[in-house]
């Protein structure tokens, strides 16, 4: 009995079209959202405008903790709760949107490695930058994560937010590193470059087609090329390649020309 | 030419080099670029306890980590990957990155954290590598590492439990693997005819999971099925691991050429598996997360029993 009421909800969440009331969840975007989130947020935004689906972007305080995995963002469709980009890719695609159908297996295989190559070094050193560097944890990322929870919520809340990133960095081998130590920034770097020998003269990654590929990459470096932090380095890293920001310049014109992305 | 350099490395079993994925990297890649190391197994010594594995002792440097030891090598003018394209060299990080995220999770698993495996092959090979009284706790001592390293990067919120993520990342790695047998196709290496690091960093992750004696393993009887990936294994074992003199790739012609068509009958069928495996976990996490107020809008099917009771004359 309860396999066939599973089966059933499967099969009309496949069924019901996309409504027009779906909206994605975020931190708030002034004061409290911190860059790797912002850049997760941006890439599923620019995924599902690339889809043609309509979203609309609320900020809660609380976003994190509403969210199924715990992770940013997360988008409310019909009575569906899905967070992350490669559960809304799935999602998406049971609802009959996809942006990667027209990729032969070989294809496929490669855009999924470059999207790791993006979580592994991209979104690592981020979190790294954020909260593992002293200077930074205390100058941004405590004072903003904590800043709609008054004192001494607001503390303990951050404080234990730091120390699960440095837990996880740890467990991957960083723990140790400093900024100083420059590895940070080489990885930054190489991952740039190779992303930027990969697009090459082409306008997306898979020639001219938008995947998810490109909403991923665009949703990271946008960020982090917009986002102040304590120094530039991180930044700079990306803008030595000149093709990645006529990548992000492309996509920001083609697919958000309606919004304003840019965060004080 | 630069001074000697040492490799310390956990031993070799099952036919392999080295049982310990990030040595089988490192070895791999210096029998591939050319360099020779001296290798000094950690087994039987204090080193297993105080030395991070593997490590390369190269004069006064000290080298830790797999990518870290590659980047030396290179230096050193050891560079295997010195005729690929700048566009491979970036696939070669892309796909180095899968493995890592993909992979690497499941393996640990199904070494260290798989009731079974652990009892019956793991523990007891490490405690048996290890000086008295140090095998008490070495094997113990890596598992809760590994144990970690999964909980952490995979687990979700702060309620960190193993069987929820199991399912998840036995699903990645079955994918992981087809993702990367569909790029190998019916060639010997990656990129071209002569392996690189690429290969290295593969025939590390899957040569353990491919001759490793285990119990219960789904991961490894679907990478049994995979025959191209056990083929490449078996291809760098046979040239350059054997204890005579390496034979030539090109002396193929004893095995089978595979039929491209069966391949990617094979892949296409593995391909529908993990889809459908992951559709199955996706509706079981589904059914533990949609909240008590959204109740899904379901026509019940009028049970029958009370139709044929409407439909029976008063």
Request: net charge negative; proline share 10%; aromatic share 14%.
């Given at each position: 009995q309860f396999l066939l009421a599973d089966r059933f909800h499967l099969k009309s969440t496949a069924a019901?079209?996309?409504?027009?009331n779906a909206t994605l969840y975020q931190p708030?975007?002034?004061?409290?959202?911190l860059l790797s989130d912002h850049a997760s947020s941006l890439s599923v935004q620019a995924y599902l405008r690339m889809c043609g689906l309509p979203i609309q972007v609320v900020c809660r305080y609380n976003a994190e903790y509403m969210s199924p995995s715990g992770k940013i963002p997360f988008i409310h469709v019909g009575n569906q709760v899905v967070s992350e980009l490669g559960p809304v890719v799935q999602f998406t695609k049971a609802k009959g949107?996809?942006?990667?159908?027209?990729?032969d297996d070989v294809q496929r295989a490669e855009m999924k490695a470059y999207m790791e190559l993006v979580y592994n070094m991209l979104l690592t050193s981020e979190l790294f930058v954020q909260w593992c560097d002293d200077a930074t944890a205390g100058e941004i990322s405590r004072p903003r994560y904590s800043s709609p929870y008054s004192w001494p919520l607001g503390n303990i809340l951050a404080y234990q937010k730091q120390w699960e990133v440095r837990r996880k960095m740890n467990a991957i081998g960083?723990?140790?590193?400093?900024?100083?130590?420059v590895q940070v920034y080489e990885d930054v770097n190489q991952c740039c470059q190779a992303l930027s020998q990969r697009l090459g003269?082409?306008?997306?990654f898979f020639n001219k087609q938008a995947t998810e590929l490109d909403a991923l990459v665009f949703g990271h470096l946008f960020t982090i090329l917009t986002t102040r932090l304590t120094s530039t380095e991180l930044a700079e890293r990306v803008k030595s390649y000149s093709n990645l920001l006529s990548f992000c310049r492309r996509i920001e014109q083609t697919y958000f020309e309606d919004k304003k992305l840019m965060k004080d | 030419m630069a001074a000697a350099m040492e490799l310390r490395c956990w031993g070799g079993d099952w036919g392999l080099p080295s049982v310990h994925t990030d040595s089988l990297v490192v070895l791999a890649y210096a029998k591939f670029s050319g360099a020779k190391l001296s290798v000094s197994p950690?087994?039987?010594?204090?080193k297993t306890l105080t030395?991070?594995?593997p490590e390369l002792v190269c004069g006064d440097t000290v080298v830790q980590e797999p990518t870290q030891i590659l980047n030396f090598l290179r230096k050193q003018r050891?560079?295997?990957?010195?005729?690929?394209?700048a566009r491979q060299g970036a696939d070669t990080m892309a796909y180095i990155a899968l493995l890592e995220e993909k992979l690497r999770p499941a393996l640990l698993h199904t070494f260290w954290v798989d009731a079974e495996n652990y009892s019956n092959l793991t523990r007891p090979w490490f405690a048996s590598r290890s000086p008295f009284p140090l095998n008490f706790f070495i094997p113990s001592r890596l598992a809760n590492v590994a144990l970690t390293r999964i909980l952490v990067t995979r687990?979700?919120?702060?309620?960190?439990?193993?069987s929820e993520v199991e399912g998840k990342i036995y699903s990645d790695a079955k994918e992981c693997l087809n993702l990367l047998s569909y790029r190998l196709?019916?060639?010997?290496?990656?990129?071209?005819n002569s392996p690189t690091s690429l290969d290295a960093f593969a025939f590390g992750f899957l040569a353990p999971l491919h001759k490793a004696d285990l119990a219960s393993s789904p991961l490894q009887s679907h990478l049994r099925q995979l025959d191209n990936l056990t083929r490449f294994c078996d291809n760098i074992l046979a040239a350059?691991?054997?204890?005579d003199k390496p034979r030539k790739?090109?002396?193929?012609?004893?095995?089978?050429?595979?039929v491209q068509e069966t391949m990617d009958a094979n892949l296409q069928k593995l391909t529908q598996l993990v889809n459908k495996e992951s559709n199955l976990i996706e509706k079981m996490d589904d059914n533990l997360r949609s909240?008590?107020?959204?109740?899904?809008?379901r026509t019940e099917p009028k049970p029958s029993l009370s139709s044929s009771k409407n439909s029976t004359p008063a």
């Open positions: 019901e079209p996309w409504p027009e708030l975007m002034d004061d409290q959202i949107h996809s942006l990667s159908d027209s990729l960083w723990g140790g590193k400093t900024l100083e130590q003269t082409q306008p997306y | 950690v087994d039987w010594t204090w030395a991070s594995v050891f560079n295997a990957d010195y005729e690929l394209t687990g979700e919120g702060l309620l960190h439990r193993i196709g019916t060639a010997d290496y990656f990129f071209d350059h691991f054997s204890p790739i090109a002396a193929r012609s004893g095995l089978l050429p595979p909240s008590p107020q959204h109740k899904p809008h």
